[in-house]
């Protein structure tokens, strides 16, 4: 079982990849898809692409920041598949709405996994119902201060499908 969180190990930037819950999301396709695998690298040839959202805390660092932290269950994620069943899924940071500082991220293990795994079924062709997230209550999107936004990958006020 995969933690609840999971902390970037360097200091803040605009996008992370996480390689080591590729273990995680290849028990979560074992049923359905063999010898998935993890691409490091963004960059290449990828035969799909699908952006959605995962969910996180930020903390921000600016010690001279009134603003701590905060949660969001709209960070961004953009997940590409490569042929063999490869992939890789760059997740977005936030900016402080304080001070305009990048966020420390640390992501929702579980939410990442779960989406990660289920848009690699979808690409594999297992038959799935589709799911759908309604919008929840909570602070407005901000796409100023969304790093998927200013990427062009943000849904951002849109209702997110798996």
Same mark, same amino acid.
């Given at each position: ?11 803040? %930037? ?7 819950? +590729?273990?995680?999301? #290849? *028990?979560? /396709?074992?049923?359905? !898809? ?24 930020? %903390? ?7 603003? +701590?932290?905060?949660? #969001? *269950?709209? /960070?961004?994620?953009? !997940? ?83």
């Amino acid at each position: 079982m995969p933690n609840k969180s999971r902390k970037p190990k360097n200091e803040a %930037k605009t996008s992370y990849m996480f390689p080591a819950l +590729h273990d995680d999301v #290849s *028990k979560a /396709v074992s049923g359905d !898809i063999s010898n998935s695998w993890f691409k490091k690298k963004s960059g290449g040839t990828y035969n799909n692409e699908y952006s959605t959202h995962v969910m996180g805390k930020f %903390k921000c660092d600016n010690g001279g920041c009134s603003n +701590h932290g905060w949660g #969001s *269950k709209k /960070v961004t994620i953009l !997940i590409r598949g490569f042929s063999g069943n490869g992939y890789n899924a760059i997740v977005y940071n936030q900016r402080c709405r304080s001070c305009n500082k990048l966020g420390t991220l640390t992501l929702d293990e579980t939410s990442y996994i779960e989406r990660v795994a289920y848009r690699l079924k979808k690409w594999a062709g297992v038959e799935m119902e589709e799911q759908r997230y309604d919008r929840r209550e909570g602070s407005p999107h901000k796409a100023e201060l969304c790093e998927g936004c200013k990427s062009g990958h943000c849904q951002g006020q849109k209702r997110t499908f798996y």
